[in-house]
């Protein structure tokens, strides 16, 4: 199982930016990667992915504002975040997938993310 460990969060302004990494312990080659963020008090949800075939996936409430990518040769995710809003506070994860986005390695810590109104 590919372990992750997020890192990169922290406290920002409203309109602020923020890049999030995610390292993995193994390749990620052959995954889809996501970024999945947990609101306070509510599920954690997939924010933006990344397929092993170039494609990427975003939520709405992101789409235009996030930009999700991936190297390969570094076992690493990113995620940049432009134009942060308070609704963006969080704890963000990432993980792998094999179908979709559905998550399959066990969750990390995360790396949390508020934003200041």
């Known amino acids: 199982q590919v372990q992750l460990v997020e890192s990169g969060g922290g406290l920002v302004q409203a309109g602020g930016s923020l890049r999030l990494s995610c390292a993995a312990s193994?390749?990620?080659?052959?995954?889809?990667v996501g970024w999945y963020r947990q609101a306070p008090g509510k599920e954690r949800e997939l924010g933006a992915g990344f397929t092993t075939g170039g494609n990427t996936n975003y939520a709405d409430s992101v789409k235009s504002r996030f930009t999700i990518s991936r190297d390969n040769a570094k076992n690493t995710v990113y995620i940049q975040m432009n134009s942060l809003k308070p609704e963006d506070t969080g704890v963000y994860y990432c993980?792998?997938?094999?179908?979709?986005?559905?998550?399959?390695?066990?969750w990390g810590q995360g790396t949390r993310v508020t934003v200041s109104s």
């Open positions: 993980n792998v997938a094999k179908f979709g986005f559905r998550p399959l390695s066990s």
């Open positions: 193994g390749s990620i080659f052959s995954f889809n």
